[in-house]
């Protein structure tokens, strides 16, 4: 069964950057599209980023497109969010999921294993 543990949330003032990390353990990391998720207080759920597996593909959504970059190493099992010219409203849990198959999703229903989710908060 795969894990998944990010990291790297915090406290940014807008305008500024976070990059969060998300590693994966018990799978064969090379071969699983990797999702970046949020969901802020009073709203569900919304996809931010999606990376296929292999030659990682990648896609986003329109509020992040341009500010964030979903990208992975596979020697490290780890899918990255960097974050940049952030804005209050990108204050959310973050969470990264996994699915099992190497295509790329924006559907949550898709992604099997989630992570435990990272805070991160930026102030005006």
């Known amino acids: 069964q795969v894990q998944l543990v990010e990291s790297g949330g915090g406290l940014v003032q807008a305008g500024g950057s976070l990059r969060l990390s998300c590693a994966a353990s018990?799978?064969?990391?090379?071969?699983?599209?990797m999702g970046w998720f949020r969901q802020a207080p009073g709203k569900e759920r919304e996809f931010v980023a999606t990376i296929s597996g292999g030659a990682g593909s990648t896609y986003y959504a329109d509020s992040v497109k341009g500010r964030f970059t979903i990208s992975r190493d596979n020697a490290r099992s780890t899918v990255y969010l960097q974050m940049s010219s952030l804005k209050p409203e990108d204050t959310a849990v973050y969470y990264c999921a996994c699915r099992r198959l190497i295509l790329p999703s924006k559907f949550e229903h898709d992604y099997s294993v989630w992570g435990q989710g990272t805070q991160v908060t930026v102030s005006s």
């Open positions: 018990g799978s064969t990391f090379n071969n699983i599209a």
